[in-house]
C-alpha cells in the first residue's frame, strides 16, 4: 500500500462548478500538508500549505485536512478552464527533507 | 526575480553517455531537491542536499550522482548505469529555518536515443 493515495482521474467539470480533490494517506506521523498545482511540461506550483487538522482558504481554494481520518481535500470554487492542471498531494513529517506525493489528479475544466 | 532555473528544458542521452542537468537557484535557499517524475507516479525523491559540501541519496539515487560546491547550484549527473533514464527531472529548494515548502524549477525532460 503507498503511504499516500490520489485518484489520478481525469476529472472534468464544467465551468464555474465547485471541485473537490482529495488524498488519504497512512502515516500518522505526516503534519505538513501540501497541495501543488502542475501544468503540462512544468514544474509543480504551491497553492496551500497546511499544519495540522483544519480548514485554510486562499481566494478560491480551500484546503482542509481531518488529521483523524487521514484525509486532505482541496477544494476549487467556481472553477476556471485555467484551472485545468493536474494537482498533486504532498506532506512531510516535522522536521524532515523528505515529502512524500501522491501521483496527482488530472482536472479538465470545459466552457 | 527570485526563482529555480533548470536547463535545458528538454535533453537527449545516447547510450553509454552520462549527461549532466542544471539547476540554479536564487532564492538564498539552503536546501535543494533533484526529483524524478514518471507518468502514473508521484514524485520520488533523488538526492538532496541541505548545505553546500553535502548531500543524501534519496529513494532512488542508483545511477546518479550530485555535487553542491555552492549555495545557489545543484547540478544533478544521469549516468550510463541508469538503465531507465527517460522521465522529467525536477529541481527543488526551500529555506528550512522557516519550515516553509519546496518551491520547484519547470523541469528537464530527459529522453533516450
Known amino acids: 500500500q503507498k503511504e499516500v493515495e490520489q485518484d489520478p482521474g481525469p476529472l472534468s467539470v464544467p465551468e464555474g462548478a465547485i471541485v473537490s480533490l482529495n488524498c488519504t494517506y497512512s502515516?500518522?506521523?505526516?503534519?505538513?500538508f501540501m497541495w501543488y498545482r502542475q501544468y503540462s511540461r512544468k514544474g509543480p506550483e504551491l497553492l496551500m500549505y497546511?499544519?495540522?487538522?483544519g480548514n485554510k482558504e486562499d481566494g478560491r481554494f480551500t484546503a482542509q485536512v481531518d488529521k483523524s481520518s487521514k484525509y486532505i481535500s482541496l477544494f476549487i470554487r467556481d472553477s476556471q478552464p485555467s484551472d485545468s492542471a493536474t494537482y498533486l498531494c504532498?506532506?512531510?513529517?516535522?522536521?524532515?527533507?523528505?515529502?512524500?506525493f501522491g501521483t496527482g489528479t488530472r482536472l479538465q475544466v470545459f466552457p | 526575480d527570485g526563482g529555480i532555473t533548470q536547463s535545458p528544458k528538454y535533453l537527449f542521452r545516447k547510450e553509454g553517455q552520462n549527461v549532466t542537468l542544471s539547476c540554479e537557484q536564487n532564492?538564498?535557499?539552503?536546501?535543494m531537491y533533484w526529483y524524478r517524475q514518471d507518468p502514473g507516479q508521484g514524485l520520488r525523491l533523488i538526492y538532496y542536499?541541505?548545505?553546500?559540501?553535502?548531500?543524501q541519496k534519496g529513494d532512488i539515487a542508483e545511477g546518479y550522482s550530485v555535487s553542491r560546491e555552492k549555495k545557489e547550484s545543484f547540478p544533478l549527473t544521469v549516468t550510463s548505469a541508469q538503465k531507465n533514464p527517460t522521465a522529467f527531472y525536477l529541481c527543488?529548494?526551500?529555506?528550512?529555518?522557516?519550515?516553509?515548502?519546496?518551491?520547484f524549477g519547470d523541469g528537464t525532460r530527459l529522453s533516450i536515443l
Open positions: 527543488a529548494s526551500r529555506d528550512p529555518p522557516s519550515n516553509q515548502p519546496q518551491h
Open positions: 502515516n500518522s506521523a505526516f503534519q505538513y
Open positions: 497546511t499544519y495540522s487538522s
Open positions: 504532498a506532506m512531510s513529517v516535522y522536521n524532515t527533507d523528505k515529502l512524500i
Open positions: 532564492l538564498n535557499h539552503d536546501a
Open positions: 542536499s541541505q548545505i553546500v559540501n553535502d548531500f
